[in-house]
Each structure stands twice: as C-alpha cells, then as structure tokens.
C-alpha cells in the first residue's frame, strides 16, 4: 500500500487505480468482432462500406441511384447538404453504439480520423457539435459529438447551439414523427452568423429531422451555409409522398 506524506493529494493514486479497475472490467477490445487490446481492428475497418464505394445522392450521401437528388432530400428546408465517410451499417452502426452507450471512449479518435478529410482546415467558419439536452448528457456523461469535434483538434465556437427543450429519443420515430418531435428543440446564444459557412457535427444522420432544425436555428442568425458532417449516413427506404418533411 502507498503511504502518502503530508500535502500529497491522494487524486493521482485514486484516478490511477480507477483507471486499473476500469481496465480490468472493461478491457479495451473491437466493439465489432470482439478482438481484445484494440478499440477498432484492421479487419473490421476495411469491412466498413465507405460512402463513394456505392451510388450516393450528391446532396444528403443517401445511398441513391438515380437521377439528381434522392426523395430523402426533399424535407431538407434549411441543410445545404450532408457530407459522411460511410455507410450506416452493422459494422459503423456497432462502433457508434459502443461510444455513445457503452463508454467506449477510444472510439472517437477512431471515428474522427476518418471525418478529418472532409473537414479540412479552413473549410468551415464554424463547426457546432449537434447538442445533447443537459439531462441527458449528465446521464450519458459526455456529449460523443464534442468528443469527436475533440478529437479533429477543432475548438469549439465561443458561440453555443443548445438543446433547450428535451425531446423523446429519436430512436425508432417514422420520419414525420422525428420531425415533430424535434421541431423548436434547439436555441443559439452567440452574435450574428451573417454569411457565414457553418458546418454541424454528429456520429450519424439518419433521417436528418434532428440537423435540419439545428440548421434552421444557425440560418435564423443569418447563416450562408449548412452542411452537416457525419461519420456513417443511414439509407432506409424513402417514402413515397415526396412532400414529406424529413
């Protein structure tokens, strides 16, 4: 046992051992296949389906084969468009559940590597991470968002997207239920976004409900631009009222 002198602190000692206990409890492994002493094994990443290996809508990086822009586009009043590396799949979709649920930290530099291409120094005037209500960033203990923002090495605007309202969880919600549910959620404290080119970061965009009225807030305060960034984008099956806000 360590003795301690008089006006150590014990936080060292006591960070150190949890951080022991955590290791054994939770030993870092492949959230996809399970290898230990990894947080994402070469097999696994090379399975990944990358967004420019299959026909792609130009606007939203749906999975799309047709002609000009994708019906899943069509609810999109205040994006200018989403940008991910990969496709939301059984591999991308295990990594993203195991930072946002299981604590798997080590993922997000993991994840962030693969986004840094699309967001290239300068691109942005701004990047806000898509916001947690505080409720549910206690619970969860971080926002995976910020984590990635992080983990890019981008400083996050002094200005703040905030989710001011708390919603249900936007899990299993048909489109039209997101978007309801969603709608007036978000505020934005900070001085006028006049022109500017601002992008939102998340681990994924599904329907894009929860984007879109963040973009919706930052165009109020007079943004150009909104792209939202991802690390995977879902492909579901688009409905076939084309009038359906999404």
Request: include cysteine.
């Amino acid at each position: 046992m360590r003795i301690l002198r008089p006006g150590i602190s014990p936080w060292p000692v006591i960070t150190a051992a949890w951080d022991r206990a955590v290791d054994l409890l939770y030993p870092l492994r492949c959230p996809a296949c399970g290898e230990f002493e990894t947080p994402f094994c070469d097999a696994c990443e090379a399975r990944l389906i990358e967004s420019a290996a299959v026909p792609r809508c130009p606007f939203c990086s749906a999975g799309w084969e047709g002609e000009d822009n994708c019906p899943l586009c069509f609810g999109f009043d205040a994006l200018s468009g989403v940008q991910a590396p990969f496709e939301y799949n059984r591999i991308s979709r295990s990594l993203i559940r195991a930072l946002k649920y299981r604590n798997a930290l080590p993922l997000a530099p993991v994840m962030a590597r693969h986004i840094q291409p699309i967001l290239a120094p300068g691109s942005y005037d701004a990047v806000f991470p898509v916001p947690l209500h505080r409720s549910r960033r206690r619970e969860r203990g971080f926002n995976q968002a910020e984590l990635l923002l992080e983990a890019l090495a981008i400083e996050s605007p002094p200005d703040r997207l905030i989710r001011a309202r708390k919603t249900r969880a936007q899990y299993g919600l048909a489109p039209t239920e997101r978007s309801r549910n969603i709608s007036g959620a978000f505020r934005y404290e900070g001085p006028s976004l006049l022109g500017a080119n601002v992008a939102l970061l998340d681990d994924v965009v599904t329907t894009g409900a929860t984007v879109n009225e963040c973009a919706r807030v930052l165009r109020d305060m007079g943004a150009s631009n909104v792209n939202a960034i991802a690390f995977a984008r879902a492909t579901y099956s688009a409905p076939a009222d084309k009038s359906l806000n999404i």
